[in-house]
């Protein structure tokens, strides 16, 4: 586990400030089970908020760069190629680096993803959350899903303890959901955790286990991902730019 000390002393006043001032909407997608949908979701809404005319840059900080090598590759399909939207790559390695990247990102007007590394070990990660708006934290409906998320709400829950300026709102996605699976019994369990997320924060509609989501650009999406996507990404929508698109997030 990770250091939180003399995290509160940092990031206090600084957060104050900010949160009245900024225009920007820092969207950190985490947890910290592998092979979630981190990487997929943060692309795809990526796509789906530019189509929605918002301005949107992602930031990779995972250490397998996979949404900023889909971006070069992208470049290779599609010559010439206009950017939706900037990709950079980030690491995270550095938390003193993370700090500044976050103070940077707060004077940028629009929408920040950013796909976070599934190991919750690295120190870079502390300011990542405590500067993000929001974690959309996806998992499984899967005993190990689950467990690791419990770990990872865990980590959120005590890192805003020790940051009381923190003001992050976790949104639960199931994703890869598939609705043949599942004993009663466990789907049973499987609602009553949902209903257990929702007293810390707001649970997203689901996402099906679907080949389509496999084949993801960087660019847009494709009629039947939105089909897929849109129930759950329009909920998100909401909760960030309210049901108009002005809401709490500015452009
Ligand atoms: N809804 C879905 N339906 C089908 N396949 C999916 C879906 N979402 C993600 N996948 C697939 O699951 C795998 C893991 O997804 P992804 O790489 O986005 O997870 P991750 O949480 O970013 O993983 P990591 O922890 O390794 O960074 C990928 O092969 C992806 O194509
Ligand atoms: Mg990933």
């Known amino acids: 586990m990770m250091q939180m000390v003399s995290e509160e002393n940092k990031y206090s006043n600084f957060k104050l400030t900010i949160t009245k001032m900024s225009e920007v909407t820092i969207i950190t997608f985490a947890n910290q089970k592998g092979g979630v949908g981190k990487t997929t979701l943060c ?20 250490g397998q760069q996979t949404i900023f090598e889909k971006r070069k590759a992208d470049h290779k399909k599609y010559k010439d190629l206009k950017e939706p939207y900037k990709v950079q790559a980030f690491s995270i390695a550095d938390p003193e680096n993370v700090r500044n990247l976050m103070q940077n990102l707060r004077q940028m007007k629009g929408t920040v993803l950013i796909d976070a590394p ?47 300026s923190m003001a992050t709102e976790i949104l639960f996605v199931v994703n890869r959901h598939d609705k043949r699976y599942g004993t009663e019994r466990e789907r049973k369990l499987w609602a009553e955790t949902d209903a257990q997320w929702a007293n810390y924060g707001k649970v ?26 849109t129930p759950c990404f329009d909920s998100i929508y909401n909760v960030i730019y309210g049901e108009d698109g002005h809401g709490k997030a500015k452009e």
Not at 127 to 156: A, H, K, M, R
Request: proline share 3%; aromatic share 10%; charged share 20%.
């Open 43 to 62: 692309t795809m809404f990526a796509n789906y908020l530019v189509a929605k005319g918002k301005r949107t840059i992602v930031i990779d900080c995972d």
């Open 204 to 229: 997203m509609p689901k996402i099906e286990q679907r080949v389509e989501m496999q084949r993801y650009n960087t660019v847009e999406l494709t009629v039947s991902q939105e089909e897929i996507v």
């Open 118 to 164: 599934g190991n919750l070990a690295q120190q870079g990660l502390i300011p990542l959350f405590v500067q993000s708006d929001y974690v959309v934290c996806p998992y499984q409906y899967e005993t190990t899903s689950i467990n690791s998320t419990v770990t990872f709400l865990g980590f959120i829950l005590q890192l805003k303890k020790r940051v009381q």
